[in-house]
């Protein structure tokens, strides 16, 4: 008989000179026991109801009076679009050929909201475009999304809706909300009975972070490798914590420079001083002059101007190919493609791939949209998971915090006001406050002590401004949270996603108190996050 691991667990409350206090748990468990998993909730409804309710609610606080949100559940599992909607256009105005149906229906739908032509008569959705093409798109995405009832139309707890809804006012960029893989952690408690369970991956949750219709409301990013396979690239160069072969865990820098890519023609790619792994055409990253292949990513355009850019460089003649997690979501000719806060552009130069070549790609495209990715560099071979969130917090015992860190060090760039500019969109999480030593949210992390065993540090906090004085912890800053973590026995650790998502059940039961309050003081909503840690 197999006994299992153990998991040691503390609580303990550190009061602040100003009155405020932090409540921290603190889990200890053997570096095997973990599995970093992403997560679905089973029943698609509740997903969908409660993520309307969420964007509702963020409504109201941005003082919307009486806002209505449109929110409807992409596929679960994403499929070519040409398979899912045969016989239709998949170009947007821009010239970009959508291959995914997710990013279809999304892109799909803005159209229709923007241009006004869906409205909601009688409890239903009509749509009124001027050409038999829109009309015959529109009708396929409606026509699915109602089907399989993925949509719904959310005004508040009333019990009424008014018969007809034009959506004159409608806020598309806002109110319009897909919505992809995620669930509640007590739904996972409820189908594997983990002896503890907590959030880790960051994802995309604000309206700057699925502004791309390749993107969606509860999208994890950055590195996730799961049972050897890399699921989710290391899109900016961020601290990550990674079991290898042997079973130990370290944390350290990973970025797409360490990866090399496999598309589904058998195309490789490399980066062009990953020395180890020859044989496939070199890209670079991120560079303004692009060579015979370059990826870009979200972050392009900071190091070298000090701003986020956007989109690839115009290039009359480059093939351009957008890839999200493992998937190419789309291809276009010529450069000026937007970036996605969640993937990533392989642009290709004319040499690079010809034009028999192109129509070859786009051919197997229709039907094989996966690529592979794999490690190039020797130290990362024996990867067998890992989870990406940063900043990385200590590494051999020493902290790296410094007051410029999260931007000079691990590509944070939040939205902003430019100098004479208006909002400029920025990288995820774009909402997330860089500094180190001032500003308390609910934090997660997790570290390794000297002997191997994985500590898990969460300290419970309020969604900022309705948090209730002598009743509600405080949550931390991070270098706080690093001290906690030196003070348990961590000599290397990560921070992963916290605020409102901070949260972890232990035995079946809440092992802290979770922040999201919807604007509703000493109310306490579970919020859903798409990936998991899970100790059985």
């Known amino acids: 008989m197999t006994l299992p691991a153990y998991i040691h667990k503390r609580n303990q409350r550190t009061h602040h000179t100003d009155g405020a206090f932090s409540d921290a748990v603190i889990f200890r468990f053997p570096a095997r026991s973990l599995r970093l998993s992403d997560i679905d909730q089973r029943d698609s409804q509740i997903k969908l109801k409660d993520i309307a309710h969420l964007r509702y609610v963020k409504a109201l606080e941005r003082g919307e009076s009486a806002p209505l949100i449109v929110a409807f559940n992409r596929l679960e599992q994403d499929q070519p679009a040409a398979a899912v909607f045969p016989g239709l256009s998949h170009t947007t105005a821009a010239g970009e050929t959508i291959l995914s149906a997710n990013s279809f229906i ?287 917090l200590l590494q051999d015992g020493r902290s790296p915090l410094t007051d410029s860190y999260l931007e000079a060090k691990e590509q944070f760039w939040t939205s902003r006001f430019l100098e004479g500019e208006a909002w400029q969109i920025g990288v995820v999480s774009t909402d997330y406050a860089t500094n180190i030593d001032q500003t308390r949210h609910g934090r997660v992390a997790l570290g390794v002590t000297e002997n191997g065993d994985l500590i898990l540090v969460m300290v419970a906090g309020v969604n900022r401004g309705l948090e209730v004085p002598g009743v509600d912890s405080d949550g931390a800053t991070l270098l706080e949270l690093t001290n906690l973590l030196r003070e348990a026995g961590a000599v290397s650790a990560v921070n992963l996603d916290g605020g409102g998502s901070t949260q972890a059940y232990y035995f079946g039961g809440r092992a802290l108190v979770p922040g999201d309050r919807r604007g509703l003081p000493q109310m306490h909503y579970e919020r859903m996050v798409p990936s998991a840690g899970i100790v059985f």
């Open 106 to 392: 999304t892109y799909t739908m803005r159209v229709l909201f923007e241009r006004g032509w869906l409205r909601y008569q009688d409890g239903g959705w009509q749509v009124a475009a001027p050409t038999g093409d829109w009309q015959q798109r529109g009708e396929a995405v409606i026509s699915l999304l109602s089907a399989q009832n993925r949509l719904r139309l959310e005004s508040g707890f009333a019990n009424t809706m008014p018969k007809e809804l034009d959506f004159a006012d409608f806020d598309v960029y806002k109110n319009l909300i897909p919505i992809d893989r995620c669930a509640f952690l007590s739904d996972v408690v409820a189908q594997q009975r983990p002896r503890l369970v907590f959030n880790t991956a960051f994802f995309l949750l604000e309206q700057d972070d699925f502004f791309s219709h390749h993107s969606a409301l509860g999208e994890a990013f950055n590195l996730w490798v799961a049972e050897r396979q890399i699921q989710r690239p290391p899109l900016y160069r961020r601290g990550a914590i990674f079991q290898h072969q042997a079973g130990h865990w370290e944390t350290g820098f990973l970025g797409m420079d360490d990866l090399g890519i496999t598309l589904p023609n058998g195309l490789k790619l490399t980066h062009h001083d990953a020395s180890s792994d020859k044989g496939g055409i070199p890209f670079t990253l991120n560079k303004e002059e692009p060579s015979e292949a370059t990826l870009y990513t979200r972050y392009y355009g900071v190091a070298d101007q000090g701003r986020v850019l956007g989109c690839t460089p115009s290039a009359a003649r480059r093939f351009e190919l957008t890839v999200v997690d493992r998937r190419i979501v789309s291809w276009q000719v010529g450069g000026g493609l937007a970036l996605p806060q969640n993937g990533f552009v392989i642009s290709f130069a004319p040499k690079a791939l010809s034009v028999a070549d192109q129509r070859e790609l786009q051919q197997i495209l229709q039907t094989h949209f996966l690529l592979d990715y794999h490690f190039v560099r020797p130290k990362h071979q024996g990867v067998v998971q890992a989870i990406q969130n940063g900043p990385i």
